[in-house]
Nanobody, 123 residues
């Protein structure tokens, strides 16, 4: 089971830190990913961190602003989001998959999914 938290409403330029807590599987052997889905758009991969702490970011739009990290002792993965803008408004999901992050962050790669947390960036 994966449970996200930390979403909410924030003004442009603000920051949020999303958390995802895992249970029911051996967290430290899984890669963890963050996805997002904006209204009317397909779900897109944002970032991935492998079981060995290698980090991969996917859309250029989040590089330099978002940071993924994991805490294996507490079975959690985080997404620190800075300099948020309206295009970051979406439901954010965490997911768990095979130990290495894929070259293309495909939904089908991941085995477990959370229910999502809403992030709204608006003035």
């Amino acid at each position: 089971q994966l449970v996200e938290s930390g979403g909410g409403s924030v003004q442009p330029g603000g920051s949020l830190r999303l958390s995802c807590e895992a249970s029911g599987f051996t967290f430290d052997i899984y890669a963890m990913g963050w996805f997002r889905q904006a209204p009317g758009k397909e779900r897109e991969g944002v970032s991935c961190i492998s079981s060995s702490d290698e980090v991969t970011y996917y859309p250029d739009s989040v590089k330099g602003r978002f940071t993924i990290s994991r805490d294996n002792a507490n079975s959690k993965v985080y997404l620190q989001m800075n300099s948020l803008n309206s295009e970051d408004t979406a439901v954010y999901y965490c997911a768990a998959g095979p130990p290495a992050c894929p070259l293309v962050l495909a939904i089908a790669w991941f085995d477990y999914w959370g229910q999502g947390t809403q992030v709204t960036v608006s003035s």
